[in-house]
């Protein structure tokens, strides 16, 4: 499937001062759009992080929400990700999404939270996601959103949707192992190791500069980021295989 030049992203606010990007697929001609909500890590307000993979990922037919969050809040951040959660929900349709495919995603600690919330019994059936990507994550620690951490509950329990996994096998922030790690107990995870580090599987790099990632120039990254935004279209199913 040959990649469409998406629009710039629309930001809105998903609750009081805090932003959202809406990044929607050019061809919209063929109805509502699968929806992907994708949490940046830890670095506070980091949706700019992300632009490269949501706009790759746009540009395969999906509509992207990346929000704002501060995991340095009292609660690590627990309200603003379910804040922007219900917003997506609520408000996918409005996007020109589908909310009966809908993504939940999450690099590095936003991945942790990802798969904490959407694999996590309290969560209801009618408001989980079809299927959840964890991208450079570790998840034997609690999560904020949900008080567990994913990597004891899942190996006690079946996942109750579809679980993608991705990590770099140069990442030396998190290593591999740690995915490697959920990876064993869900024998039906899907799983892609890239030749990468922590920020080239999102298609940014790390510039100590600024303390921050920007969108990459490393062929390795640019390769990785594109195949994470396939792992997220293959989630959603706009890609087979």
């Keep these: 499937m040959s990649t469409t030049q998406p629009t710039a992203p629309e930001t809105v606010e998903y609750t009081q001062g805090r932003l959202m990007d809406v990044h929607r697929p050019t061809d919209g001609g063929g109805g509502p759009a699968p929806v992907v909500l994708l949490w940046h890590g830890r670095g506070a307000d980091e949706r700019d992080v992300l632009r490269p993979l949501a706009t790759e990922a746009a540009g395969l037919g999906l509509l992207v929400l990346v929000p704002d969050w501060r ?18 929900r609520r408000h996918a349709a409005a996007y020109g999404g589908d909310p009966e495919r809908f993504v ?15 694999t996590h019994p ?3 059936a009618d408001v989980r ?10 998840y034997v620690n609690p999560a904020c959103t949900t008080g567990d951490a994913p990597l004891k509950l899942l190996a006690d329990r079946p996942s109750p949707i579809p679980v993608w996994l991705v990590h770099g096998s140069r990442d030396e922030l998190v290593p591999a192992e740690r995915t490697l790690e ?7 995870a899907q799983l892609l190791e890239l030749d990468s580090d922590h920020a080239g599987v999102v298609m940014t790099e790390f510039d100590p500069a600024v303390e921050r990632c920007r969108p990459a120039l490393a062929g390795h990254a640019v390769d990785a980021g594109r195949a994470t935004a396939r792992v997220l279209a293959r989630a959603a199913g706009v890609i087979n295989g």
């Design 71 to 88: 995991s340095d809040g009292e609660d690590g951040g627990r309200a603003e990700l379910l804040a922007s959660f219900e917003h997506a």
């Design 104 to 118: 939940l995603a999450g690099w590095s600690l936003g991945g942790r939270e990802a798969v904490a919330l959407a």
């Design 122 to 124: 309290d969560t209801p």
């Design 129 to 138: 996601p079809t299927a959840v990507v964890g991208i450079a994550s570790s």
């Design 182 to 188: 959920l990876a064993r107990v869900l024998p039906d």
